[in-house]
């Protein structure tokens, strides 16, 4: 699958560490639920990949041509480009829990 | 047309379709075509947007939720669909939407834009008037929000006629509705259900126009096909009787025959029928017609379904018709396909596509009861009427022949007899130990036949036809046809015989009469002869009784006055 590098790219809080998760947020615009999860995702990385990440967020209204890339239907999408194999997060991102398992960050079973 | 102006349509392309919709899809509007699995559907969408690329110039733009756009190429690429070269030329944008279940997860409100950017920038990177949704239901089983999916489906739809592009959109049937899930209720513009069901062993397509909002369409199920040309509609009917009629008239190859018909045989680009049993010589009849019409120089087709066109050459050959030189000719072709190689809508296409290939002027099917097995007259007499409709549309003259059993005529009568112009009936006489063929003109359309029944005789000559006898048992067919033919032989020989002999004794009978005459005539002139003598004979002797009185009166010394005494003298 071809990974666009190319986008808006929100630089990672500390960059000297090395970056486990590279994630990509589509979104069409700047509606309310983009937003809103554009916040949440801030939010979970803060509290739980910190340092450990790097997020680009791709706007499909300007770059329509990526969505077919990373086969984006729903909006908002997260991808977990990496690590491998890719996973997609769909939705506002409003339940952390699911975010966490979707990103494979905390395994299905167990709890913090 | 009815509508025409009213709702624009986009054709599309597909044979037979745009007859029945009278123009094709409409224009601008979503279409639904939904049908089982391996119904055709994708390849209906393919076609609608590669013949509107080629033809139309209308660019599509597929969107495909099942298919790869490489796997598309290569399942399209044995109709002769170049997709890869149309998406080069800028014609056709393939985007290939999956959704892996087991590499998403949702959490929260989303909504599909992500669909919409991808689609609208296709249809805007070609200027696309063409949209085709390769099984959107799809989404389906990728995500678990239905809510959300139907109100994007919803929004899609409304968004598509915004945009002006016709759609198709195809769906997988579902148990009771439509689609599985009720897509039917978004697209109501049009809606195409596609259908195959197996009969007797053999698959039949069937296309039906459900719904086509602001027009009229044809409503019936019309069979199609999917062969190497795509797909084609038949459709069941012509759309208006408007055939041609032409006043030519050609010869049925058989001399006989002819002469029923009043010595010229068949109109052109009429349709005959040639009912029989088994074994009455309906392929014989039907060969003959195709002989004199190679000899013509026509073009022809024999469409066998019995016979292997070798038999059917080696057949012929055995009552003196060559079909073989016509076929080397190329004037004649032969096509052979048992009824059971494919359903009877492949038969009709199949035929269909030779008849534009061939062009003849002269067509022979034989015989099409094969091609309904189970004897489904309704299935036969559709058939007909598509083929008539059909041969009549390019003028060319078609002769069917019908295998039905004595009990299938009144019902045969009925399904088609009022489909062809000309009927002929073939039937086995059994009388007397054996079995003859008796031949006869049921009916033909527009011109006087004759209401004879002929003995039907296959010679190594070809086809003959004798006047048949009328006994008091009935018609006089074989041997005693023969005896009669000899009694009638030997009646006239006895009249002759004894014509002979009148005249021989009236002849005889002159002759004595005339020797009876000759002798009266003798008699008769001998009685004059008789006469004369008679008459001689006494004026001698009046004249020696005379003299010797004198002398004797001279002797006595008499002197008498010879004239007194004269009368007196006779008395001596």
């Known amino acids: 699958m071809k990974a666009p590098r190319v986008s808006k790219t929100k630089p990672a809080p500390h960059r000297t560490a090395p970056r486990k998760y590279d994630l990509r947020l589509y ?52 991808v977990r480009a990496i690590p491998r194999p890719a996973r997609k997060i769909i939705g506002d991102l409003s339940n952390t829990e699911r975010v966490l398992v979707g990103l494979d960050v905390r395994p299905a079973q167990r709890t913090q | 047309m009815p509508n025409a102006q009213v709702l624009p349509k986009s054709p599309t392309g597909i044979a037979g379709l745009d007859e029945i919709t009278f123009g094709g899809l409409p224009a601008g509007r979503p279409t639904l075509v939904c049908g089982g699995a391996g119904c055709g559907k ?6 609608f947007l590669v013949h509107g690329a080629l033809e139309f110039n209308e660019p599509g733009v597929c969107i495909s939720f099942e298919e790869t756009a490489r796997d598309l190429a290569v399942n399209v690429a044995s109709l002769g ?42 249809i805007d990177a070609i200027g696309a008037k063409r949209v085709l949704l390769d099984t959107p239901e799809a989404l ?86 999917i062969d190497e040309k795509g797909i084609s509609v038949l459709p069941v009917t012509s759309l208006a009787l408007s055939h041609v009629a032409p006043l030519e008239r050609i010869s049925s190859g058989i001399a006989e025959l002819d002469q029923m018909f009043g010595g010229q045989g068949y109109y052109r680009g009429s349709s005959i029928l040639v009912t029989g049993t088994a074994g009455t010589g ?53 096509e052979s396909a048992r009824p059971s190689a494919f359903g009877l809508e492949m038969h009709l296409v199949r035929m269909h596509h030779l008849l534009a290939e061939h062009d003849p002027q002269v067509v022979v099917l034989d015989p099409i009861s094969a091609l309904a097995p189970g004897g489904s007259q309704h299935d036969i007499s559709s058939l007909v009427l598509r083929t008539v409709d059909f041969l009549k549309s390019r003028g060319a003259t078609g002769l069917f022949t019908h295998l039905s059993d004595l009990d299938d005529l009144q019902s045969t009568s009925l399904s088609i007899s009022s489909l062809v112009d000309t009927w002929i009936l073939l039937r086995n006489v059994e009388v007397n130990g054996e079995r003859n063929r008796v031949l006869y003109v049921l009916k033909s359309r527009g011109m006087a036949h004759s209401n004879q029944i002929r003995e039907f005789l296959l010679t190594d000559r070809g086809v003959k036809l004798r006047d048949v006898y009328v ?52 008699e008769r002139e001998s009685c004059h002869a008789e006469l004369a003598q008679t008459a001689e004979d006494d004026a001698a002797l009046q004249e020696i009784t005379r003299n010797d009185r004198a002398q004797m009166q001279r002797s006595r010394g008499v002197v008498v006055d010879v004239k007194e005494q004269r009368p007196n003298g006779r008395k001596l």
């Open chain 1, 27 to 78: 979104v069409a615009g700047q509606t309310p639920r983009s937003l809103q999860a554009l916040s949440n995702l801030k939010r979970i990385c803060e509290e739980h990949l910190a340092g450990n990440y790097r997020v680009e967020i791709i706007d499909l209204l300007e770059k329509p041509q990526l969505a077919a890339g990373d086969q984006i239907l729903a909006i908002p999408t997260l």
């Open chain 2, 42 to 47: 994708t390849l209906f969408g393919i076609e």
């Open chain 2, 81 to 122: 669909f170049d997709l890869e070269k149309l998406q080069k030329s800028k014609k056709l944008v393939i985007d290939h939407i999956y959704i892996d279940r087991s590499e998403i997860a949702e959490t929260g409100e989303y909504d599909l834009e992500g669909l919409f950017i991808r689609l609208a920038s296709a």
């Open chain 2, 140 to 225: 389906f089983g990728g995500l678990s929000n239905a809510g959300v999916l139907r109100s994007e489906f919803r929004r899609l739809f409304a968004w598509l006629k915004n945009k002006g592009v016709t759609a198709v959109i195809t769906g997988e049937r579902g148990e009771r509705t439509l689609t599985r899930h009720g897509l039917e209720e978004y697209v109501s513009d049009c809606v195409i259900l596609l259908d195959h069901r197996v009969q007797n062993d053999a698959v039949t397509r069937r296309l039906r126009v459900l719904k086509y909002r602001g027009s009229t369409h044809g409503t019936s199920e019309y069979p199609f096909l």
């Open chain 2, 282 to 334: 309906k392929t014989s009849v039907g060969s003959q017609f195709l002989d004199a019409a190679c000899r013509r120089g026509e073009r022809a087709i024999f469409f066998a379904f019995e016979e292997s066109p070798g038999q059917i050459v080696r057949n012929m050959r055995s009552i003196g018709i060559d079909l073989g030189r016509w076929v080397k000719k190329g004037l004649l072709h032969i």
């Open chain 2, 471 to 522: 006994g008091p048992g009935g018609v006089l067919t074989g041997s005693a046809r023969l005896a009669r033919e000899a009694e009638v032989q030997r009646d006239e020989s006895a009249r002759q015989r004894a014509a002979k002999q009148r005249e021989l004794a009236a002849r005889s009978s002159l002759q004595s009469l005339d020797a009876k005459i000759a002798a009266l005539q003798a």
